[in-house]
């Protein structure tokens, strides 16, 4: 599949449940960081997580005691480590299947939005054979799976709305502000919306100020925030917004004019603890080729 083939099944797929091709990039991104596959057994796979307490809790007792014995269970979430490669991971797996292979595809986490095999029953698949033949499907295959993950989970209203932080909660678990999860989609997406491309496109970046409302200053309060600059985040650019705007211009050498257009953006993204974004068209190309590398030929 082609970079551009890429983008417009990502864009297709969005507009199919009424949906920004550029927040599903976003959460595409964040969840996968472009990966979408590997090489196992001369097979390409899906990136997968085995997660040791679901497995223990799936099996009777006389299965239950050869896992734990063999490092593969335990009662206690995080006791059992996924290695850091994912052949080592597929071996891991593997070795669960053939003590209970219902069970080791249950509690295995698929594919690029990493939905649980668990969930098999709740998502309408037949079996969780069904889910993870649909996640070894390619990138299409994946998608699909995510995209009826957030659909059931209610979350679609959210991800149309931008409301990250409600997405982040219901997706990622009540900790999302841990890894600041709620931001790295809100930056993902503001990078994809304002990118040129064959699949997804969007305005260009607008310039807050004092009576303006919405998402756009909601990510900016947002950034502000994760910056260290205390300030509620309620999407309306007031006295109290205006305040920490000025605040942060002058600690960073810019114009302190109030107006939060691109300078202060960048200034803001490159502020953050986890870091800057990268340039905008190389970075949506770049995880385009790298789906495309991974399930070509």
């Known amino acids: 599949m082609s970079t551009a083939q ?67 269970a335990s009662p206690t979430a995080g006791a059992v480590k996924n290695p850091p490669s994912q052949a080592a991971r597929w071996r891991m797996l593997e070795r669960a299947a053939a003590i209970d292979r219902k069970a080791a595809y249950e509690a295995t986490s698929w594919g690029i939005g990493q939905v649980m095999g668990a969930h098999w029953a709740w998502l309408g698949y037949a079996s969780v054979e069904a889910l993870v033949e649909e996640a070894r499907g390619g990138v299409e295959g994946q998608a699909r799976l995510m995209l009826r993950y957030i659909e059931k989970a209610g979350l679609l209203d959210p991800l149309r709305r931008h409301d990250w932080a409600a997405f982040a909660r219901g997706y990622n678990g009540p900790a999302y502000t841990r890894n600041s999860y ?107 080729r790298r789906f495309a590398k991974a399930f070509s030929g």
Request: charged letters at 25%.
């Open 6 to 72: 890429t983008l417009d099944l990502v864009a297709r797929l969005a507009k199919e449940v009424a949906l920004d091709p550029a927040a599903l990039m976003a959460v595409i991104e964040v969840e996968s960081e472009g990966r979408a596959g590997t090489m196992i057994n001369g097979r390409q796979e899906p990136l997968i997580r085995f997660e040791g307490h679901y497995f223990d809790r799936r099996l009777p007792a006389e299965k239950q005691e050869i896992a734990r014995r063999e490092g593969l």
């Open 182 to 288: 709620h931001l790295r989609l809100s930056l993902a997406y503001r990078r994809h919306a304002r990118t040129p491309g064959p699949a997804i496109s969007g305005d260009t970046e607008p310039l807050l100020r004092r009576g303006s409302r919405g998402s756009a200053v909601a990510h900016l309060q947002s950034l502000l925030a994760a910056a260290g600059y205390p300030i509620e985040i309620d999407g309306v650019f007031g006295p109290e917004t205006l305040k920490v705007v000025l605040a942060f211009q002058r600690h960073h050498g810019l114009d302190a004019d109030g107006i939060a257009g691109p300078a202060t953006i960048s200034a803001l993204e490159h502020a953050l603890p986890f870091g800057s974004s990268p340039s905008l068209w190389a970075r949506v190309v770049g995880l385009a």
